[in-house]
């Protein structure tokens, strides 16, 4: 009798003990964790790795310049992921209901994230948004303790889709944005009437000139007035979103209606081939850069289709 009233005793301790040290653990974990997932001082970032089955993004920084695998960033984009990642807050250890569940998905459908700082580790952790539950999850890489997270002063419940590993998500949507002083010519091919395209292009003494014609004729001086305006066009056209194949229908067989290139003084070129849509406010584009299709607005792109006799000098 007392042999098994003693173990029943040290069955007992046994027990607390456990149930300390998983509490105990959870709640360190916790403490722990509001530091490790965000990032105080987003100017020590060097570098975001995110990675997902659907793609891999590489935000890195050289200086103050930020590009995403190797292309410049969108501002308002990079910003936003710096707000999100300070302010990033645990709301409670994964209940003990959900533990195995959400394990699993952070282990088979999540976003992987690494951050590398100028200074100290870098920070890892794995996130998912489950439907079910309305809840983003998140653990540390190495650890086998989940959190339901938040960001601070954000409603939404779905801090996965704000780790986009698409690139297209990140990059800035710039179509043109050039200095005049930084250009080197520009060709015009209006392939709906040929005698409408031009070509600018700076002679050996580096002043511009422009020739009429698919292939250049005659070369003559531009009007001043004009010449200045056209070239400062090209400071700034975006394009408005990348095509979407379930919405934007596009004939890719037939050749584009207008032609742009620009070539740059330090030998860039940028070609741009634009395409008739049957919403008359918007073009498609076609960029060099890899092949993409993207939307232009009518009113961005309008003031770059002149033709040959706007150069009011000639």
Do not use: C
Request: glycine residues 6%.
């Amino acid at each position: 009798m007392r042999s098994l009233r003693f173990y029943l005793i040290l069955f007992g301790v046994l027990a607390s003990l456990a149930f300390y040290f998983y509490l105990n653990r959870k709640s360190g974990s916790y403490s722990l964790s509001k530091q490790e997932f965000s990032v105080r001082d987003t100017a020590r970032i060097e570098s975001i790795l995110i990675t997902s089955a659907f793609g891999e993004v590489n935000l890195s920084r050289k200086g103050s310049v930020w590009t995403v695998n190797g292309d410049p960033v969108r501002d308002e984009a990079l910003r936003g992921l710096h707000v999100m990642v300070s302010r990033l807050e645990v709301e409670a250890p994964v209940s003990r209901t959900l533990e195995d569940k959400v394990l699993d998905e952070l282990e088979k459908e999540s976003t992987r994230v690494h951050i590398e700082m100028e200074d100290g580790p870098a920070k890892a952790y794995r996130v998912f948004y489950d439907h079910v539950s309305d809840a983003s999850y998140m653990i540390l890489e190495g650890s086998d303790i989940a959190f339901r997270m938040k960001v601070r002063g954000y409603r939404q419940t779905n801090l996965e889709e704000l780790y986009s590993s698409d690139p297209r998500f990140w990059r800035d949507n710039i179509v043109f944005q050039s200095q005049p002083g930084e250009i080197q010519a520009i060709s015009f091919l209006n392939n709906r009437d040929d005698w409408k395209s031009f070509h600018l292009a700076r002679n050996e003494a580096g002043i511009f000139e422009v020739a009429s014609g698919v292939v250049p004729q005659k070369w003559v001086s531009p009007g001043t007035e004009s010449l200045n305006q056209y070239l400062g066009y090209f400071n700034e056209v975006r394009f408005e979103s990348y095509l979407d194949p379930q919405r934007d229908t596009l004939s890719r067989s037939a050749g584009p209606d207008y032609i742009l290139n620009l070539e740059l003084l330090d030998g860039k070129r940028i070609y741009v081939g634009l395409f008739p849509v049957s919403d008359f406010n918007r073009l498609y584009a076609r960029l060099a850069r890899g092949e993409e299709w993207v939307v232009v607005k009518y009113v961005e792109i309008d003031p770059l289709l002149k033709e040959f006799k706007y150069f009011a000098g000639v």
